[in-house]
């Protein structure tokens, strides 16, 4: 994923509500984790537990927001890993690693006495790619060491363990991960439509002092393609426009502004990257 320093703004707890947009994703991942609330149903239809759930999309979507959710929503411990955090010079690193994820997650459940973990890996592509070049055989043993912990899921475990795991290069994944029983649920969390980008704004704006006769409606109208990231970034800079001005309240053409300044950074970054 790509925009990191927003991360550190996100809060350890969040419902859904907080999500701006994303009604589909919402929906379908609410339904898919009713699998884990409604536990005993699931045991007696014989319907085999949720392990994991893929979220795809590109960066700043939501997707940590999505899975901090629905800690919150099923009563979980949430515990967050990143794919790269996984890749090291040693071999079986990155293997012991996974298996001190789970183990801590079972145990910090019992601790604090909830039924579910839900461990969120964001960046699973970097361990979970198509094998390609050097690093390869560090690669294998981590994505082993995860496969081998899912299959090691069961109806009757206590605490429940579910991998809800994040990627903007879906394509990108080994066939071995999309197997049934390993992350065979995939819910897309896509760029913001129009009514979308104006739930975002206005849950970023909550704490911003708007100036009268501000419509984010046209805010929303002028961000086509913004995702979450992007439109929290556009009214941060609009309120720092305002207090340059020394204005107590955001205006219109600071909104302008920002939009220009969010669209002209992620230009910046790309050309560097390039
Ligand atoms: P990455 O692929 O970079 O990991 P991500 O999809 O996980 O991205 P998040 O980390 O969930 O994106 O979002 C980054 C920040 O952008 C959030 O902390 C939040 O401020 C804002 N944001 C993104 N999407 C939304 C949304 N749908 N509603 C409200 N805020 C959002």
Request: proline content about 3%; charged content about 30%.
């Amino acid at each position: 994923g790509g925009d990191r320093k927003s991360k550190h703004r996100t809060p350890a707890f969040l419902t859904f509500d907080e999500i701006g947009g994303q009604d589909r994703a919402k929906k379908e991942l609410m339904e898919a984790l009713d699998f884990l609330i409604k536990h005993e149903e699931i045991k007696k239809l014989g319907i085999r537990p949720l392990k994991g759930l893929l979220l795809t999309g590109p960066p700043g979507t939501g997707k940590t927001l999505m899975a901090k959710a629905s800690a919150h929503y099923t009563n979980s411990v949430y515990m967050a890993a990143s794919g790269s955090e996984f890749v090291e010079m040693y071999v079986g690193v990155g293997a012991s690693r996974v298996r001190d994820l789970f183990k801590e997650a079972r145990a910090r459940a019992l601790k604090e006495g909830k039924d579910n973990a839900i461990i969120f890996i964001d960046e699973i592509d970097v361990i979970g790619g198509q094998r390609e070049g050097g690093q390869q055989r560090e690669y294998d043993q981590t994505l082993n060491q995860l496969l081998t912990e899912m299959d090691g899921i069961h109806t009757n475990d206590a605490p429940r363990i579910l991998i809800i795991a994040a990627t903007n290069r879906k394509e990108m994944l080994d066939s071995a991960l999309l197997r049934p029983g390993r992350f065979d649920r995939h819910i897309e969390v896509d760029l913001p439509d129009k009514k979308g980008r104006l739930a975002i704004l206005h849950i970023h704006a909550k704490n911003k002092p708007l100036a009268e006769g501000v419509s984010l409606d046209l805010t929303a109208e002028q961000t086509f393609g913004f995702s979450g990231a992007q439109l929290e970034g556009v009214l941060n800079e609009a309120a720092i426009y305002a207090m340059r001005e020394d204005k107590l309240a955001i205006e219109q053409p600071h909104l302008a502004s920002a939009i220009d300044k969010v669209m002209m950074g992620e230009r910046t970054d790309k050309e560097t990257a390039n």
